[in-house]
């Protein structure tokens, strides 16, 4: 049976792929070439099995870096080499293995725990065999060192030959252990924060509901309608340049976009975060690092052919990977970014009235928010992100809700994450606008970065050293802080005018060069 990491949340796709690890029967794995194109599907969401919740110690566990898929049978197997290895607790998992399994049900994953637990008890017996081995050959080398009959020294390098040989193929046999313990290990989703309600999305709890629905005494248009009338994109000639999700923005609503980047920024900034323009192209080791898979059947990342290179869905990607590899003094934490980015996703499987126009596409501008702080503060600062992700909106007149969302809705990477969702009249419905995801040690387990607390007391050693403090893992938060497209879609149906003309929220209106509202061109 062919291990399959299925796991909840985004999920980036690929164009076209070369060929790429793909797993085979418990921890074997081989090489198989993809076809040129990719049939794309979302994933099915069942519903998650109910259990009660548990509280357990954060341990970041990791999601798949590999895309796994049944491999067929062949004598020429190769075992796949991971291209980075995260820093996962193995002793913890096995020591809290019920909290563990209860977790991966919860979560809807496949993880194998079984096979991850079994593989590390044979790569702890390997190291003790391979330690007794190289323990013997010492001790060979060092009677070598004597005066010796010749008898005596022939059986002596014939023993140590032995051992040399022997050594060899456990320290071989050692590294690929390593190497598919980590691949399986990787398909374990991150612990969840206690207070989460258990099952799928619509098990998710609410936790706040802002303003009010507009009452509207007159016939209420979409955004398409209104962008139609009002001159404001074109998808028609985009569906014949790019292709269908893609649109030209026109007119007022260019300089809608350009103020809620600038009026999102200049208000995040004034809560202490530096703002960041990103890379839009990273490695793939990079995206799989932060928790997304580049490379599954259900990606919804493009990736470049030949190449190790993906667009971003998101700025998480190369802010995550800003600190990347590196020790951050406890002084300087927590360290607040706001980055501006353009996200390409490819919205696999997505179809249907209830993602028309602007609210599902397959490039977009967006301003993120990323936070890089102390273990025992992240939870302090996701109530922070979300409480200025509330703020903004409903400083813009919106009406949303904002959801605890529940264990089978939560990516791989997030404890605990909140979605904002707002009020579409045209559309009649509520749409996601925003989320905020506190993924605790995770991607930093996986990224490799770390902190060294600076009041930890230090100890002198024998020989006079200083022993500085460990170090640990820094925690990592994420929040949009405004996904343009989704934000036209609230700003034109929710202030649309009896006229046809579509009111300008006051605080964008300084960004607009006073513009106030926008009007048929008939006018």
């Known amino acids: 049976m062919a ?44 519903s998650a099995p109910k259990a009660p919740p548990f509280s357990v110690l954060i341990r970041t566990l990791s ?14 197997i190769k075992v796949v080499k991971p291209q980075w290895n995260a820093a996962i607790d193995f002793k913890w ?42 323990g013997e050959r010492n001790n060979v080398a060092n009677k070598m060192k004597g005066k010796l009959e010749p008898a005596d020294r022939q059986k002596l390098i014939e023993e140590g030959k032995n051992l040399k040989e022997a050594l060899t193929t456990l320290e071989e046999d050692l590294v690929k252990l390593r190497d598919e313990l980590q691949i399986e290990a990787q398909c374990i989703p991150n612990l969840t924060h206690p207070d ?18 507009r009452k509207f005494d007159f016939p209420v248009k979409d955004h398409l309608q209104l962008g139609k009338e009002l001159d404001l994109f074109d998808f028609d000639a985009a569906a014949e340049v790019s292709g269908s999700k893609f649109y030209y923005l026109k007119n007022e609503a260019v300089m809608l976009e350009m103020a809620l980047v600038n009026w999102t920024l200049t208000e995040v900034m004034k809560r202490g975060f530096t703002p960041l323009t990103t890379p839009e192209i990273v490695r793939s080791s990079v995206v799989e690092k932060c928790g997304f898979q580049p490379r599954g059947e ?13 667009l971003i869905g998101t700025a998480e990607i190369p802010v995550g990977g800003i600190h990347m590899g590196s020790i951050v003094a406890e002084s300087a934490l927590p360290l607040k970014y706001v980055a501006f980015s353009h996200c390409f996703r490819t919205e696999a499987g997505a179809a249907g009235t209830a993602t028309r126009g602007l609210y599902r596409v397959h490039q977009f501008s967006k301003v993120e928010m990323f936070i890089l702080c102390r273990q025992e503060e992240s939870d302090m600062y996701h109530e922070e992100l979300i409480k ?10 919106l009406h949303f809700k904002i959801l605890d969302m529940a264990t089978g809705d939560l990516g791989a990477p997030a404890y605990r994450k909140f979605d904002v969702e707002a009020w579409m009249p045209g559309l009649e419905r509520y749409g996601e606008i925003s989320s905020a995801s506190n993924c605790t040690d995770y991607q930093s ?32 938060l994420n929040a949009t802080a405004c996904a343009v497209p989704r934000m036209l879609v609230c700003l034109l149906e929710n202030f649309q005018q009896e006229d046809g003309s579509v009111s300008i929220p006051h605080p964008l209106r300084p960004f607009m060069g006073g513009v106030e509202a926008i009007y048929p061109k008939s006018r």
């Open 63 to 76: 999601a798949p870096a590999v895309a796994a898929a049944p491999a067929a049978e062949t004598s020429d």
């Open 388 to 397: 200025i992700e509330e703020d903004l909106f409903s400083s813009l007149g």
């Open 196 to 213: 989460v309600p258990i099952g799928w999305e619509d098990s998710s709890k609410l936790r706040n509901m802002v303003g009010s629905p």
């Open 93 to 134: 998992i096995r020591d809290n293995k019920e909290a563990v399994a209860v977790n991966i049900k919860n979560r809807n994953s496949n993880a194998n725990l079984e096979l991850v637990l079994q593989l590390y008890d044979k790569m702890l017996n390997l190291q003790k065999e391979v330690e007794r081995l190289r």
């Open 298 to 310: 259900n990606t919804q990342v493009y990736s470049i052919e030949d190449s190790d290179q993906c």
């Open 445 to 476: 387990r996986r990224l490799g970065i770390r902190y060294r607390p600076s009041e930890s007391p230090s100890t002198t050693s024998k020989k006079g050293k200083t022993n500085v403090a460990a170090t640990k893992f820094v925690h990592t």
């Open 3 to 46: 291990l399959q990491c299925r796991l909840s949340g985004a999920t980036f796709q690929s164009l076209k792929l070369a060929t790429i690890p793909i797993s085979s029967s418990s921890s074997r794995f081989i090489f198989r070439t993809l076809p040129k194109t990719l049939n794309l599907a979302l994933f099915s969401r069942h």
